[in-house]
């Protein structure tokens, strides 16, 4: 079974035809999720009490972070099929999926910044939630330094894998830096879905971007991957046959 799976539903061949015919319902589901999000929360949703507009940049600062944390976690998760079962897939989907998750860190500490400099009177702080989040941005970079300086493929792979799994011991202590230690950085608004701590109102917009964020990750992770193929696979015999049709 495992067998059958590597050569069909995991094999670079499979994923190509797959996600090309995935690729424009995504962009479709990702347009409505972020024009849902966007215009509901930064002009429907009513002023928080206590921050007023400037609550709004939660809109992207939240789902940055979910999906920087995400990213990672797939990426170790792709890690193991790399370094276990050898799965050619998993190790496209990790190289390709490294960018992709710095651009998300990255503009989540950027928007960090921008709200925690009306409301902590401050940049920057070295507050165990951003200070977590800075490393995973460092982890990001590392992986796709490593990325860039091994050029056998088999090492670059195995490489990349090995820190990709190290660096996932990083992602609890993200989630949970804000209850283990005080911590200027608010705690967790949504991870009780049962009885999230913030209005429909206000939540509703909020999970509209997450999927937004999660889709565009999606969309651009099946562009890169694709190509990818097109480079790992160039001397087969159905690449030839995809680039002269």
Not at 110 to 135: E, F, H, N, Q, Y
Not at 151 to 157: K, L, N, S, T, V
Request: charged share 10%; with cysteine; net charge positive.
């Amino acid at each position: 079974m495992w067998d059958w799976l590597k050569q069909n539903g995991l094999s670079p061949k499979s994923f190509y035809r797959t996600s090309g015919l995935c690729l424009p319902w995504l962009t479709v589901l990702f347009l409505g999720c972020a024009g849902f999000g966007l215009i509901d929360g930064l002009y429907i949703a009513p002023a928080d009490y206590q921050q007023g507009d400037g609550f709004r940049i939660m809109y992207v600062h939240v789902p940055s972070a979910f999906a920087a944390m995400a990213v990672y976690f797939a990426m170790a998760i792709c890690a193991v099929l790399t370094l276990v079962w050898r799965v050619k897939l998993a190790a496209v989907c990790m190289s390709c999926s490294a960018p992709i998750g710095a651009s998300f860190t990255f503009l989540a500490l950027v928007t960090g910044s921008i709200w925690g400099k009306p409301m902590w009177g401050t940049w920057w702080i070295w507050d165990a939630r951003l200070t977590s989040v800075l490393i995973l941005f460092f982890l990001y970079m590392g992986f796709i330094a490593l990325q860039s300086i091994l050029a056998e493929q088999h090492y670059r792979d195995r490489a990349c894998a090995l820190i990709a799994l190290v660096g996932v011991i990083n992602l609890p202590i993200i989630h949970y830096s804000v209850i283990w230690w005080n911590t200027l950085h608010q705690g967790p608004s949504i991870s009780q879905l049962a009885k999230p701590a913030i209005a429909p109102s206000m939540l509703y917009p909020l999970l509209a971007m997450i999927a937004a964020f999660f889709l565009f990750y999606l969309s651009v992770l099946f562009m890169r991957m694709r190509n990818q193929i097109l480079l790992r696979e160039k001397h087969t015999h159905w690449v030839r046959e995809v680039v002269l049709s």
